[in-house]
Protein backbone atom coordinates (compact mmCIF):
# COMPACT_ATOMS: atom_id res chain seq x y z
CA UNK A 1 0.00 0.00 0.00
CA UNK A 2 1.23 3.60 -0.68
CA UNK A 3 0.76 7.00 0.59
CA UNK A 4 1.81 10.24 0.22
CA UNK A 5 2.35 11.10 3.86
CA UNK A 6 4.99 9.35 6.49
CA UNK A 7 3.13 6.44 7.91
CA UNK A 8 1.85 6.69 11.73
CA UNK A 9 2.62 2.94 12.58
CA UNK A 10 2.46 -0.16 11.33
CA UNK A 11 0.27 -3.35 12.29
CA UNK A 12 0.51 -6.83 10.97
CA UNK A 13 -2.35 -9.05 11.20
CA UNK A 14 -2.02 -13.25 11.10
CA UNK A 15 -5.04 -14.10 9.17
CA UNK A 16 -6.35 -17.65 9.61
CA UNK A 17 -8.07 -17.47 6.17
CA UNK A 18 -6.73 -18.48 2.39
CA UNK A 19 -6.09 -15.37 0.79
CA UNK A 20 -8.61 -16.13 -2.14
CA UNK A 21 -11.68 -17.01 0.80
CA UNK A 22 -14.27 -14.54 0.28
CA UNK A 23 -14.59 -13.72 3.92
CA UNK A 24 -11.62 -13.16 4.54
CA UNK A 25 -10.59 -11.54 1.58
CA UNK A 26 -13.72 -8.93 2.15
CA UNK A 27 -12.31 -8.54 5.97
CA UNK A 28 -8.90 -7.59 4.45
CA UNK A 29 -10.52 -5.36 2.00
CA UNK A 30 -12.10 -3.11 4.94
CA UNK A 31 -9.04 -3.14 6.95
CA UNK A 32 -6.99 -2.25 3.72
CA UNK A 33 -9.48 0.96 3.40
CA UNK A 34 -9.31 1.59 7.27
CA UNK A 35 -5.66 1.62 7.36
CA UNK A 36 -5.36 3.81 4.52
CA UNK A 37 -7.60 6.43 5.79
CA UNK A 38 -5.63 6.44 9.83
CA UNK A 39 -2.37 6.42 7.98
CA UNK A 40 -1.63 2.73 8.80
CA UNK A 41 0.92 0.51 7.45
CA UNK A 42 -0.99 -2.51 7.62
CA UNK A 43 0.99 -5.65 6.37
CA UNK A 44 -1.49 -9.01 5.86
CA UNK A 45 -0.08 -12.68 6.33
CA UNK A 46 -2.26 -15.52 5.71
CA UNK A 47 -2.12 -18.85 7.14
CA UNK A 48 -4.33 -20.27 4.32
CA UNK A 49 -6.58 -22.29 7.08
CA UNK A 50 -3.55 -24.12 8.66
CA UNK A 51 -3.96 -22.96 12.69
CA UNK A 52 0.08 -24.16 12.90
CA UNK A 53 1.07 -21.77 10.49
CA UNK A 54 -0.68 -19.39 12.31
CA UNK A 55 1.45 -19.83 15.04
CA UNK A 56 4.67 -20.32 12.92
CA UNK A 57 4.09 -16.73 11.09
CA UNK A 58 3.39 -14.95 14.52
CA UNK A 59 6.60 -16.49 15.56
CA UNK A 60 8.63 -15.52 12.41
CA UNK A 61 7.14 -11.81 12.62
CA UNK A 62 8.00 -11.60 16.29
CA UNK A 63 12.38 -12.75 15.27
CA UNK A 64 12.55 -9.93 12.47
CA UNK A 65 14.83 -7.42 13.24
CA UNK A 66 12.44 -4.41 12.35
CA UNK A 67 9.25 -5.95 14.48
CA UNK A 68 5.79 -4.07 13.56
CA UNK A 69 3.98 -1.45 15.88
CA UNK A 70 1.46 -3.72 16.52
CA UNK A 71 0.25 -7.64 16.09
CA UNK A 72 -3.34 -8.52 15.10
CA UNK A 73 -4.05 -12.05 16.00
CA UNK A 74 -7.28 -13.78 15.91
CA UNK A 75 -7.98 -17.06 18.08
CA UNK A 76 -8.82 -19.29 15.24
CA UNK A 77 -8.96 -23.46 16.67
CA UNK A 78 -8.18 -22.02 19.95
CA UNK A 79 -4.60 -20.86 18.96
CA UNK A 80 -4.77 -17.37 20.60
CA UNK A 81 -3.13 -17.94 23.63
CA UNK A 82 0.48 -19.35 22.06
CA UNK A 83 0.48 -16.56 19.62
CA UNK A 84 -0.20 -13.58 22.55
CA UNK A 85 2.79 -15.70 24.62
CA UNK A 86 5.22 -15.10 21.38
CA UNK A 87 3.67 -11.46 20.70
CA UNK A 88 4.50 -10.74 24.72
CA UNK A 89 7.82 -11.91 25.38
CA UNK A 90 9.22 -9.92 21.83
CA UNK A 91 7.61 -7.24 23.45
CA UNK A 92 4.92 -6.82 20.83
CA UNK A 93 1.87 -4.92 21.54
CA UNK A 94 -0.71 -7.60 20.33
CA UNK A 95 -4.85 -7.21 20.15
CA UNK A 96 -7.02 -10.25 19.43
CA UNK A 97 -9.86 -9.55 16.89
CA UNK A 98 -12.45 -11.37 15.50
CA UNK A 99 -12.76 -14.83 18.19
CA UNK A 100 -12.23 -13.82 21.74
CA UNK A 101 -10.71 -16.57 23.98
CA UNK A 102 -12.30 -19.14 25.63
CA UNK A 103 -13.07 -18.48 29.42
CA UNK A 104 -11.03 -21.71 30.03
CA UNK A 105 -8.47 -20.05 27.80
CA UNK A 106 -8.93 -16.97 29.49
CA UNK A 107 -8.79 -18.47 32.93
CA UNK A 108 -4.86 -19.21 31.83
CA UNK A 109 -4.11 -16.72 30.24
CA UNK A 110 -5.39 -14.02 32.44
CA UNK A 111 -6.86 -10.33 31.45
CA UNK A 112 -5.05 -8.05 28.78
CA UNK A 113 -2.12 -6.43 30.07
CA UNK A 114 -1.94 -8.26 33.59
CA UNK A 115 0.21 -11.63 32.96
CA UNK A 116 0.46 -10.89 29.39
CA UNK A 117 1.14 -7.77 29.81
CA UNK A 118 1.60 -6.81 25.98
CA UNK A 119 -1.65 -7.90 24.85
CA UNK A 120 -3.60 -4.81 24.98
CA UNK A 121 -6.97 -6.41 24.62
CA UNK A 122 -9.81 -7.99 21.89
CA UNK A 123 -12.68 -6.96 19.97
CA UNK A 124 -15.19 -9.58 18.94
CA UNK A 125 -18.72 -9.72 16.93
CA UNK A 126 -21.48 -10.56 19.21
CA UNK A 127 -21.37 -14.35 17.85
CA UNK A 128 -24.34 -15.20 19.75
CA UNK A 129 -26.41 -12.45 17.99
CA UNK A 130 -25.49 -13.58 14.55
CA UNK A 131 -26.93 -17.13 15.34
CA UNK A 132 -30.23 -15.40 17.11
CA UNK A 133 -30.76 -13.46 14.20
CA UNK A 134 -30.54 -15.98 11.62
CA UNK A 135 -32.74 -18.80 13.55
CA UNK A 136 -35.67 -15.68 14.12
CA UNK A 137 -35.53 -15.09 10.32
CA UNK A 138 -35.92 -18.69 9.69
CA UNK A 139 -38.22 -19.37 11.42
CA UNK A 140 -40.55 -15.97 10.36
CA UNK A 141 -40.12 -16.49 6.81
CA UNK A 142 -41.49 -20.42 7.90
CA UNK A 143 -44.50 -18.79 9.18
CA UNK A 144 -45.62 -16.17 6.29
CA UNK A 145 -43.99 -18.94 3.63
CA UNK A 146 -45.51 -22.19 4.86
CA UNK A 147 -49.62 -23.09 5.72
CA UNK A 148 -50.09 -22.89 9.24
CA UNK A 149 -49.04 -25.72 11.53
CA UNK A 150 -46.78 -27.02 9.04
CA UNK A 151 -44.16 -29.09 11.14
CA UNK A 152 -40.89 -27.61 11.01
CA UNK A 153 -37.61 -29.74 11.09
CA UNK A 154 -34.70 -28.15 11.26
CA UNK A 155 -31.37 -28.88 10.01
CA UNK A 156 -28.24 -27.51 12.47
CA UNK A 157 -25.23 -26.90 10.33
CA UNK A 158 -21.97 -25.76 13.02
CA UNK A 159 -18.49 -24.22 11.38
CA UNK A 160 -16.34 -26.68 14.19
CA UNK A 161 -16.54 -27.91 17.76
CA UNK A 162 -14.16 -25.31 19.10
CA UNK A 163 -13.83 -21.98 17.85
CA UNK A 164 -15.89 -19.47 19.81
CA UNK A 165 -17.54 -18.39 16.65
CA UNK A 166 -18.98 -21.19 16.04
CA UNK A 167 -19.89 -22.44 19.56
CA UNK A 168 -21.69 -19.02 20.09
CA UNK A 169 -23.65 -19.16 16.75
CA UNK A 170 -24.93 -22.43 17.30
CA UNK A 171 -25.98 -22.16 20.83
CA UNK A 172 -27.86 -19.14 20.59
CA UNK A 173 -29.56 -20.31 18.06
CA UNK A 174 -30.56 -23.18 19.58
CA UNK A 175 -31.92 -20.83 22.28
CA UNK A 176 -33.95 -19.66 19.66
CA UNK A 177 -35.60 -22.58 18.20
CA UNK A 178 -36.25 -24.38 21.86
CA UNK A 179 -38.64 -21.18 22.16
CA UNK A 180 -40.53 -22.59 19.06
CA UNK A 181 -42.36 -26.19 20.15
CA UNK A 182 -43.38 -26.41 16.77
CA UNK A 183 -39.90 -26.76 15.25
CA UNK A 184 -37.82 -29.64 15.95
CA UNK A 185 -34.22 -30.24 15.84
CA UNK A 186 -33.88 -32.98 13.59
CA UNK A 187 -29.55 -33.23 13.14
CA UNK A 188 -26.84 -30.92 14.44
CA UNK A 189 -23.64 -31.40 12.25
CA UNK A 190 -20.24 -29.89 11.69
CA UNK A 191 -19.65 -28.88 7.72
CA UNK A 192 -15.87 -27.55 8.80
CA UNK A 193 -16.95 -24.06 7.06
CA UNK A 194 -16.40 -25.46 3.81
CA UNK A 195 -19.02 -25.52 0.78
CA UNK A 196 -17.83 -29.13 -0.56
CA UNK A 197 -17.96 -30.47 2.95
CA UNK A 198 -21.40 -29.22 3.25
CA UNK A 199 -22.93 -30.07 -0.09
CA UNK A 200 -21.15 -33.68 0.43
CA UNK A 201 -23.08 -34.06 3.94
CA UNK A 202 -26.24 -31.97 3.19
CA UNK A 203 -27.11 -34.77 0.32
CA UNK A 204 -26.81 -37.75 2.96
CA UNK A 205 -28.83 -35.67 5.28
CA UNK A 206 -31.68 -34.89 2.69
CA UNK A 207 -31.75 -38.29 1.45
CA UNK A 208 -32.07 -39.76 5.58
CA UNK A 209 -33.95 -37.34 6.43
CA UNK A 210 -36.76 -36.11 3.40
CA UNK A 211 -38.83 -33.85 5.94
CA UNK A 212 -36.17 -31.19 6.18
CA UNK A 213 -37.60 -27.75 5.47
CA UNK A 214 -35.44 -25.59 7.72
CA UNK A 215 -31.67 -25.60 7.21
CA UNK A 216 -29.73 -22.84 9.44
CA UNK A 217 -25.86 -22.46 8.09
CA UNK A 218 -23.11 -21.04 10.64
CA UNK A 219 -21.40 -19.25 7.63
CA UNK A 220 -22.43 -18.81 3.53
CA UNK A 221 -19.67 -21.17 2.49
CA UNK A 222 -21.53 -24.01 4.02
CA UNK A 223 -25.03 -22.56 3.23
CA UNK A 224 -24.10 -22.40 -0.74
CA UNK A 225 -23.20 -25.89 -0.44
CA UNK A 226 -26.47 -26.86 1.53
CA UNK A 227 -27.97 -24.70 -1.08
CA UNK A 228 -26.74 -27.06 -4.24
CA UNK A 229 -27.70 -30.27 -1.53
CA UNK A 230 -31.28 -28.86 -1.85
CA UNK A 231 -31.37 -28.44 -5.46
CA UNK A 232 -29.62 -31.75 -5.95
CA UNK A 233 -32.61 -33.31 -4.10
CA UNK A 234 -35.87 -31.88 -6.46
CA UNK A 235 -36.22 -29.09 -3.72
CA UNK A 236 -36.08 -25.42 -4.55
CA UNK A 237 -34.29 -23.22 -1.47
CA UNK A 238 -36.27 -20.40 -0.50
CA UNK A 239 -39.44 -21.99 -1.15
CA UNK A 240 -39.89 -25.74 0.02
CA UNK A 241 -36.24 -25.76 1.97
CA UNK A 242 -35.85 -22.32 3.66
CA UNK A 243 -31.99 -21.73 4.17
CA UNK A 244 -30.50 -19.63 6.72
CA UNK A 245 -26.51 -17.68 6.62
CA UNK A 246 -23.92 -15.60 8.25
CA UNK A 247 -21.79 -13.28 6.29
CA UNK A 248 -21.55 -10.73 3.33
CA UNK A 249 -19.87 -12.31 0.50
CA UNK A 250 -21.13 -11.33 -2.48
CA UNK A 251 -23.22 -14.33 -3.75
CA UNK A 252 -25.05 -14.50 -0.10
CA UNK A 253 -26.01 -10.89 -1.02
CA UNK A 254 -27.59 -12.27 -4.50
CA UNK A 255 -29.15 -14.59 -3.22
CA UNK A 256 -30.92 -12.90 -0.29
CA UNK A 257 -31.81 -11.07 -2.60
CA UNK A 258 -33.13 -12.90 -4.87
CA UNK A 259 -34.88 -14.85 -1.83
CA UNK A 260 -32.85 -18.01 -1.86
CA UNK A 261 -31.35 -17.37 1.25
CA UNK A 262 -34.38 -16.46 3.63
CA UNK A 263 -32.57 -15.35 6.53
CA UNK A 264 -29.21 -13.58 6.41
CA UNK A 265 -26.67 -12.10 9.11
CA UNK A 266 -24.04 -9.90 8.41
CA UNK A 267 -21.47 -7.39 9.62
CA UNK A 268 -18.30 -9.11 11.34
CA UNK A 269 -16.46 -8.77 8.58
CA UNK A 270 -15.49 -5.27 9.69
CA UNK A 271 -14.13 -6.75 12.97
CA UNK A 272 -10.81 -6.05 11.52
CA UNK A 273 -10.97 -2.58 10.62
CA UNK A 274 -12.50 -1.76 13.62
CA UNK A 275 -9.91 -2.90 15.58
CA UNK A 276 -7.84 -0.86 13.70
CA UNK A 277 -9.91 2.29 14.56
CA UNK A 278 -8.80 1.01 18.19
CA UNK A 279 -5.80 0.73 17.70
CA UNK A 280 -5.56 4.11 16.02
CA UNK A 281 -6.76 5.52 19.35
CA UNK A 282 -4.61 3.92 21.27
CA UNK A 283 -1.74 5.06 19.62
CA UNK A 284 -2.87 8.49 19.72
CA UNK A 285 -3.26 8.67 23.49
CA UNK A 286 -7.01 7.56 23.38
CA UNK A 287 -7.37 4.41 25.65
CA UNK A 288 -10.58 1.85 24.50
CA UNK A 289 -10.07 0.61 28.22
CA UNK A 290 -12.89 2.86 29.29
CA UNK A 291 -14.98 0.83 27.34
CA UNK A 292 -13.54 -2.58 27.98
CA UNK A 293 -10.59 -4.43 27.36
CA UNK A 294 -12.59 -7.57 26.27
CA UNK A 295 -15.26 -5.76 23.68
CA UNK A 296 -18.03 -7.45 21.93
CA UNK A 297 -20.09 -5.27 20.69
CA UNK A 298 -23.03 -5.59 18.41
CA UNK A 299 -21.47 -5.84 14.87
CA UNK A 300 -24.32 -8.13 13.12
CA UNK A 301 -27.41 -6.65 11.33
CA UNK A 302 -30.38 -8.91 9.97
CA UNK A 303 -30.09 -8.06 6.12
CA UNK A 304 -33.30 -7.88 4.40
CA UNK A 305 -33.34 -8.06 0.55
CA UNK A 306 -33.76 -4.21 -0.11
CA UNK A 307 -30.49 -4.18 1.96
CA UNK A 308 -28.55 -7.02 0.08
CA UNK A 309 -29.34 -4.82 -3.18
CA UNK A 310 -28.03 -1.44 -1.33
CA UNK A 311 -24.81 -3.39 -0.26
CA UNK A 312 -24.12 -4.82 -3.69
CA UNK A 313 -24.31 -1.64 -4.97
CA UNK A 314 -22.37 0.73 -2.63
CA UNK A 315 -19.36 -2.07 -1.77
CA UNK A 316 -18.93 -3.65 -5.19
CA UNK A 317 -16.12 -5.37 -5.60
CA UNK A 318 -15.05 -4.96 -1.93
CA UNK A 319 -14.58 -1.52 -2.07
CA UNK A 320 -15.11 -0.39 1.26
CA UNK A 321 -13.52 3.15 0.57
CA UNK A 322 -16.54 5.01 0.87
CA UNK A 323 -16.80 4.39 4.56
CA UNK A 324 -15.64 7.19 6.80
CA UNK A 325 -13.75 5.31 9.38
CA UNK A 326 -12.44 8.66 10.90
CA UNK A 327 -15.82 8.84 12.31
CA UNK A 328 -15.87 6.45 14.59
CA UNK A 329 -12.77 7.15 15.55
CA UNK A 330 -12.49 9.13 19.75
CA UNK A 331 -9.43 10.36 18.32
CA UNK A 332 -10.75 11.97 15.92
CA UNK A 333 -14.19 13.05 17.10
CA UNK A 334 -13.16 14.28 20.88
CA UNK A 335 -17.15 14.94 21.28
CA UNK A 336 -17.43 10.77 20.51
CA UNK A 337 -18.71 9.06 23.89
CA UNK A 338 -19.09 5.33 22.79
CA UNK A 339 -17.77 3.55 19.91
CA UNK A 340 -20.76 2.15 17.79
CA UNK A 341 -20.15 -0.77 15.49
CA UNK A 342 -23.01 -1.91 14.33
CA UNK A 343 -22.81 -2.67 10.31
CA UNK A 344 -26.63 -1.29 10.11
CA UNK A 345 -24.79 2.40 10.74
CA UNK A 346 -22.47 1.46 8.02
CA UNK A 347 -25.02 0.29 5.76
CA UNK A 348 -28.17 3.19 5.76
Known amino acids: MLHSTAWAFSVTFISPGRHDEAYWFSATRAMQAAAQQLDIQLEVLYAERDP ?20 LLVNEKL ?38 KHWLGSLAPDNAMAGALTMQGLLAEAGR ?10 LMMAGDHATPASTERVAAAQR ?9 LTQLVYGEWERQRALQQGQWLLQRYPQINLVWAANDEMAFGLEEAIRRHGQQ ?10 NN ?16 AAGHFMTGAWSLVL ?46 FRQFSKFANPALQHYTFRFSAVLN
Open 176 to 184: VLAAHPQAK
Open 279 to 324: LYDYQHGHDFADEGLLLQPAMFSAISATQAQRFLQQFANNDFSSIR
Open 145 to 154: RFPAGTPLHV
Open 249 to 264: SSQAMHERRQGRISAL
Open 79 to 116: TGPAMLSLADQAGIPCFLSFNQLTPTQLQNSGQPRQRL
Open 237 to 246: PGREVLLSAI
Open 52 to 71: LQMVNLTRAVTQRRHKPDYL
